[in-house]
């Protein structure tokens, strides 16, 4: 067996105790009506699928978290690799990086809502916010990891210090940098219910809130459900990324 089937079949153990256990507990620990077994909530699901609104939640959501997560993520990446490469920059940007760090995006929602208005534009913001420090912090940790032997070899080799960064620290940079961009999406998912949760006509976000305002608590679980398994499958895409670039450009991480 090799290691990607036993990753798999490890996966679906996992996933299959996960709802054995979930199971027993509606069953004999928590009243059914309150915390019900996955089988009702499996079926409000496909009665969501088939009527197309957990679709349209799904696609709601994600393109917002899409949208919020490359702008934070364009800012984020530049703005860490001058601030790793360049001292002035980091003595002048480091302390706003570590002071708006400690404010969490849900603290931001009510200034969201003043700057942008309770439109798509607030809940792009809200996301872009959440991502761009952790990716600022990645980026220029991974430069200044970066191996002084890799550097000065390639300065011995003739090259200058736009080739150094190009070819030498950029690629070295990439897997801390996809590692920041991982733990910002995990932010944006958190975000992104909140957000929806103020202000919002539609998302995974707005189906939780009218789940709970009707009791609905089947409507509930496959919201969360699918917000586990968005964020699972994207999880995995950037762990794939980063073996990739890590096994290629540093294989010390």
């Known amino acids: 067996m090799n290691s990607r089937s036993a990753t798999v079949i490890g996966y679906v153990l996992g996933f299959a105790l996960l709802f054995v256990i979930w199971h027993l507990a ?22 969501l699928l088939e009527e197309g609104l957990l679709q349209e939640s799904i696609w709601a959501s ?49 200034v969201a809502v003043i700057w942008f208005g309770i439109g798509e534009e607030s809940k792009i913001f809200l996301i872009a916010y959440t991502t761009v420090f952790v990716v600022i912090i990645a980026t220029a940790a991974g430069v200044g990891a970066v191996g002084r032997d890799k550097i000065r070899a390639a300065q011995c080799l003739g090259a200058n210090k736009f080739q150094v960064f190009a070819l030498v620290a950029l690629p070295a940079t990439v897997p801390y940098i996809l590692t920041g961009m991982r733990l910002a999406m995990a932010n944006a998912f958190v975000t992104i219910v909140a957000a929806e949760l103020v202000a919002s006509n539609d998302g995974l976000g707005k189906m939780l809130w009218d789940a709970r305002l009707f009791m609905q608590v089947e409507d509930i679980f496959v919201a969360l459900i699918s917000l586990g398994l968005l964020g699972f499958a994207t999880d995995r895409v950037f762990r794939l990324l980063i073996r990739a670039f890590a096994g290629r450009f540093n294989p010390t991480m």
Do not use: K, N
């Open 26 to 47: 509606s069953q004999y620990l928590v009243s059914s009506v309150l915390f019900p077994s996955p089988f009702p909530v499996f079926e409000r699901g496909w009665v």
């Open 62 to 110: 994600m393109r917002r978290i899409i949208q919020g997560f490359l702008l934070g993520s364009a800012i984020g990446i530049p703005v860490g690799l001058a601030i790793g490469s360049f001292r002035p920059v980091r003595l002048l940007l480091e302390p706003w990086t570590e002071f708006f760090r400690f404010i969490p995006a849900v603290a931001m929602i009510t």
